[in-house]
């Protein structure tokens, strides 16, 4: 028993004696200025020893690589000192010696990964890295990732696991981490290989790690040139609930490149996405990155195409009908993107209940967030002002009831949204017009001339200004005396920005058509701002001036001649 545990011990002082060893020659190296490529590629597999030698010293075969391996280190202590202080004999016989301890460092971190294949350790014979504190220098940083790397790569299952955690935690504490993974490239391509495993909890943690790194852009050519896609697409298509999470929202993350559109659809994933969408069982959460991919994608032409052709329409309108708001929002924009310029898209979502769907969303007896009405409002309007037709319909479902309630009760942003859709609305024809006129949107878009917010108020002058142009709406706008008294006041230079001041005039050149309309501007005592803003050489206004100075001329010939 002496024997045994003096031999043990003498095993841990000659292993603590190595990782001494080559920490100082790893320090070394980095103050070594000649031959950098050759030093660093010694540096390499000097980490890969340091972070792999965390096997008890009870095992034979690992006690007799550590009496290897430091025989090579005091060899390269050797060369190093002569390389710092520029003594070497010649610049080739330096050359060829770092050549040779460079393959013998590769034979050790060989050994040492047949060691662990062969299953001859255990975890509980590991060594555990612990994680840099907090501001850690890259050095530190470098070696603990690679000494998970090294677990990843040749440890059993349990220590894959531990390693994973560790680096998924690591790089979504800090972005330094993410970069000295990336410049580790054989840690990215297994990564990628595990998505591939058999063993669930390996690929989610994977597939995790991956989606983290591909949120940076200029991490996504590393991802690229180790094969990302076919794996992920293979997860979506045949991996847990959870890894197909996390697969999807790493193509969401790929395919904003629409470069990358094409090989996603070339290994299926297209397909597998769509299958996602249109699956009884599927979850929001997996659901809305597959959505946003298939949006990202159907910015090529071919693949929109294709999705059209697989039943992508009626896939989407039964996803707006969802109780998740996530899931509506995200499919109201995917239809707005494979129906942009493309009619027959078109038609087929309003053959499909698209306007049903969207008009559902916006009923206000039913429980919808503001976020879902606003983007339920937009696709509505982008979907169906183009065309006639789908107005009307739209008209008939009673959409003009709704867009006025929003407008009346609906919380800041909704209302804001509603606004540009009733102006946009106000665009498609003067019998939508005299709709909204008849309705009572006059009032409300006078009411929100004087709204804090700039835009809010120029949006509701474009409004009313494309209001008036039909004379039944001029009339109705006349007969209110307020309405004409508010539009000059808010000429008045001193109140607020010009900007939307030009829409106030044309609805005042506009009434001027009708003698009730002009009397009530000249009668007005705030009829002098238009005066002001003439004087500023605002052409609209002295346009107006004119206009008025000529009926009023007209109108004095016409009492000499008819008394």
């Known amino acids: 028993m002496r024997r045994e545990a003096r031999f043990v011990q003498d095993s841990r002082n000659t292993q603590k004696l190595c990782l001494e060893k080559l920490s100082s020659l790893i320090s070394l190296t980095h103050s070594i200025k000649v031959f950098a490529v050759k030093w660093q590629l010694i540096r390499n597999k000097l980490e890969e020893l340091n972070s792999g030698l965390v096997v008890s010293d009870q095992n034979p075969a690992v006690s007799g690589l550590i009496k290897e391996v430091m025989a090579t280190v005091d060899e390269s202590f050797d060369l190093g000192r ?178 990358n559109a094409w090989s996603v659809s070339a290994h299926g994933g297209v397909t597998a996405l769509l299958k996602i969408c249109s699956g009884e069982g599927s979850t929001a959460e997996l659901i809305g990155p597959s959505c946003k991919t298939l949006r990202n994608v159907a910015a090529v032409e071919e693949i929109k195409r294709f999705m059209v052709e697989e039943g992508a329409v009626s896939i989407f309108i039964r996803l707006v009908r969802s109780k998740d708001d996530t899931v509506q929002m995200n499919s109201m924009e995917f239809l707005q993107v494979i129906a942009l310029g493309d009619e027959i898209t078109r038609k087929m979502i309003v053959k499909g209940g698209g306007i049903q769907a969207l008009l559902r969303i916006l009923d206000p007896l039913t429980a919808r967030s503001s976020k879902s009405r606003e983007v339920a409002l937009r696709a509505t309007e982008n979907l169906f002002f183009s065309s006639a037709s789908c107005v009307e319909m739209l008209v008939n479902c009673g959409f003009v009831d709704l867009l006025l309630h929003y407008l009346r009760n609906g919380e800041a942003s909704v209302r804001e949204i509603a606004l540009k859709v009733a102006t946009r609305l106000c665009s498609t024809s003067d019998e939508t017009k005299k709709l909204l006129g008849d309705a009572g949107f006059i009032s409300e878009f006078m009411k929100l001339l004087d709204a804090k917010a700039l835009e809010v108020r120029e949006m509701a002058a474009e409004a009313l200004s494309s209001m008036v142009t039909v004379p039944k709406n001029r009339k109705r706008f006349v007969q209110e005396d307020q309405n004409i008294r508010s539009l000059l006041r808010l000429l008045d230079l001193e109140e607020g920005n010009l900007g939307y001041k030009k829409f106030l005039l044309s609805t005042l050149m506009a009434i001027t058509g009708c003698n009730t309309g002009r009397r009530k501007i000249m009668n007005s005592e705030h009829v002098k701002n238009i005066e002001k803003l003439a004087e500023t050489e605002i052409s609209d206004a002295k346009k107006l001036i004119r206009r008025l100075s000529a009926n009023r001329i007209r109108s004095m010939f016409s009492g000499m001649w008819h008394p």
Not at 105 to 110: D, G, I, M, R, T
Request: some cysteine; proline content about 2%.
């Open 82 to 259: 002569r390389c710092v202080d520029l003594s070497y004999s010649g610049k080739l016989l330096m050359q060829s010696d770092l050549d040779i301890i460079l393959a013998k460092f590769q034979l050790h971190v060989k050994g040492l990964n047949e060691i662990f294949s062969s299953g001859m350790l255990t975890p509980l014979q590991a060594l555990i890295v612990s994680k840099p504190a907090p501001g850690a220098c890259k050095d530190d940083i470098r070696f603990y990732v690679r000494d998970l790397l090294t677990r990843m790569r040749i440890a059993d299952s349990d220590m894959k696991r531990q390693a994973l955690v560790n680096l998924l935690e690591v790089v979504r504490e800090d972005d330094k981490y993410v970069k000295i993974a990336v410049e580790l490239g054989d840690l990215v391509g297994v990564l990628v290989g595990f998505l591939d495993i058999q063993e669930q909890v390996i690929q989610e943690l994977s597939a995790k790690i991956i989606s983290v790194i591909a949120g940076f852009d200029s991490y996504k050519g590393a991802l690229l040139s180790s094969g990302i896609i076919a794996p992920l697409v293979r997860v979506v298509e045949t991996g847990s609930l959870e890894a197909q999470k996390w697969a999807s929202r790493c193509l969401m993350k790929m395919t904003q490149n629409a470069d």
